[in-house]
């Protein structure tokens, strides 16, 4: 069984320009979570999809960010215009049953210049 | 307000001997508590986790964890240290009431043959 991908795992962006981070869950989970590491510090959550509706977006930091979940499988996260502080590692997670463990991706190493 | 406390950024070991990691966390439902390791330029991978039950939960690679309500800690232990057990740790609690994880800033840990 395949595990979390994401896709890509490193880009390199100038400020001002736009960049579309992907996620694939493991098949059949409804809960994906989206989350970021910036400078060493905690991984802060982003947002929560159950398949394609956002059930909380409350980490979302501004509106330069937007997630899509089309059909409830793959989801991308769309960081326009992007800003030097959006550089961080960008995580995606999925879960089968919300009392479970989530499965992670490698992440997406994003660094603004 | 829900958070998860690891107090130390690293912490050095010599192979053989014990480890501890440790955890603190304040949620306001029941807690779900979980430990995650991530090796250099991979994701997080899950070790164990305790939902409810009996307090000492064993998990991946030899690691187990004591869930201590009164003192809200969740301390990563294992007896006996590798040094292919040198990696980042991080601690993460989930709300009964709500479906986000919430993490520490992550622990070091470095083994030293």
């Known amino acids: 069984e395949a595990g979390v991908t994401q896709f890509p795992s490193h880009s390199v962006i100038e400020k001002g320009q736009t960049v579309t981070l992907r996620c694939d869950p493991i098949s059949g989970h409804d809960n994906l979570y989206w989350y970021r590491r910036v400078m060493g510090k905690e991984i802060k959550f982003l947002l929560h999809?159950?398949?394609?509706?956002?059930?909380?977006e409350s980490g979302m930091p501004n509106n330069r960010f937007l997630a899509e979940r089309t059909g409830g499988t793959y989801s991308t996260l769309k960081v326009q215009p992007a800003e030097l502080e959006d550089s961080g590692v960008y995580f995606c997670?999925?879960?089968?049953?919300?009392?479970?463990?989530?499965?992670f991706g490698q992440g997406t190493r994003l660094t603004v210049v | 307000a829900q958070s998860v406390a690891q107090p130390e950024d690293q912490v050095n070991v010599a192979e053989g001997n014990p480890l501890t990691v440790k955890c603190t966390y304040s949620v306001s439902g029941n807690p779900y508590l979980f430990w995650y390791v991530q090796y250099p330029n991979r994701g997080l991978q899950f070790l164990l986790k305790?939902?409810?039950?009996?307090?000492l939960v064993k998990g991946s690679y030899g690691f187990e964890a004591e869930f201590n309500k009164s003192q809200t800690s969740f301390h990563l232990k294992k007896p006996s240290a590798l040094v292919s057990d040198s990696a980042l740790y991080f601690c993460?609690?989930?709300?009964?009431?709500?479906?986000?994880?919430?993490f520490g800033s992550g622990t070091k840990l470095n083994v030293k043959p």
């Open positions: 999809f159950v398949k394609e509706s956002k059930q909380d």
């Open positions: 305790y939902i409810t039950g009996d307090n």
């Open positions: 993460a609690v989930r709300d009964s009431n709500f479906n986000k994880f919430y």
């Open positions: 997670a999925s879960s089968q049953l919300l009392n479970t463990e989530a499965f």
